[in-house]
């Protein structure tokens, strides 16, 4: 049994891995925390885990640093990459959303905007009142909820939505409670995380308050921390030990990655 090539098949099952995504999400979750840089090497052993071949990786790299998304600086015969600056800006708002806590009820007393806009219309969209700017192009009513009946929740709950965060379940619980090997949690916890961002990108948030009874997204937000966390340590060790950057050794972590998602 290898538990990262049966997780490989299962996700690529359903969508397959985009190897240029898979990186951009390495570097997100590892790379930025520990300075930025890392030597193509690194992301070759770790995409090679998940049955990347290098030749793909290399590919993958071309593509990112055309489109302005890393740069390169070759030292000798080696290569590193960073995020540039427009490759590390999106990613910097995105991370406070992907290792958020789970979301709350919104505050008594606090109001709500449903929004129409042109291009949208009519699916409206349904927010807390400080959570956006005022836009001119859209329709805006404010004021406060006082009934939200089931169908107004089934409404806001998108089928596909559902079925992602019950997907991404299925896919990693054979390796729930797997004591992995270094290489294999830093494996795990990329292709965890990739997918996590990708659903939370894919589609529109939806408030607690209108989650239906057996909508999943508190469960999988749980499960997502829990093996998140159950492969921390032993993918940092991988992270300290193998991986290298412009200066050798990559340096610690700056952020607290145990505070994710908490």
Not at 12 to 33: C, E, M, Y
Not at 45 to 57: D, F, H, K, Q, T
Not at 147 to 168: G, Q, T, V, Y
Request: charged share 25%; with cysteine.
């Amino acid at each position: 049994m290898d538990p990262i090539a049966d997780l490989v098949k299962r996700l690529n099952g359903t969508k397959k891995l985009r190897v240029w995504s898979v990186i951009i999400t390495f570097f997100g979750d590892a790379i930025v925390p520990r300075g930025g840089s890392v030597s193509a090497r690194t992301v070759q052993l770790l995409l090679a885990r998940m049955g990347i071949e290098a030749g793909a990786v290399r590919t993958a790299f071309s593509r990112l640093t055309s489109d302005g998304w890393v740069v390169r600086e070759k030292v000798g015969r080696s290569s590193f990459f960073q995020l540039s600056p427009a490759g590390l800006a999106p990613f910097e708002e995105a991370t406070d959303r992907i290792y958020a806590p789970l979301p709350t009820t919104n505050p008594e007393g606090k109001g709500w905007r449903l929004l129409i806009r042109e291009d949208s219309y009519p699916e409206p969209v349904i927010l807390p009142s400080a959570s956006i700017d005022q836009d001119d192009d859209c329709f805006v009513l404010e004021g406060q909820i006082t009934r939200i009946p089931a169908w107004m929740k089934e409404l806001r709950c998108h089928p596909d939505h559902k079925h992602s965060f019950n997907a991404l379940m299925q896919s990693f619980a054979p390796l729930d409670r797997l004591e992995l090997a270094p290489l294999d949690a830093l494996a795990a916890r990329c292709l965890l995380i990739h997918e996590w961002r990708r659903i939370l990108f894919q589609f529109e948030d939806v408030a607690p308050e209108f989650w239906a009874d057996d909508w999943p997204q508190a469960e999988c937000h749980r499960f997502v921390c829990g093996l998140y966390h159950d492969w921390l340590q032993a993918s940092e060790t991988w992270m300290n030990e193998e991986a290298s950057g412009l200066e050798g050794s990559l340096a610690l972590p700056k952020s607290n990655l145990e505070g994710r998602f908490n």
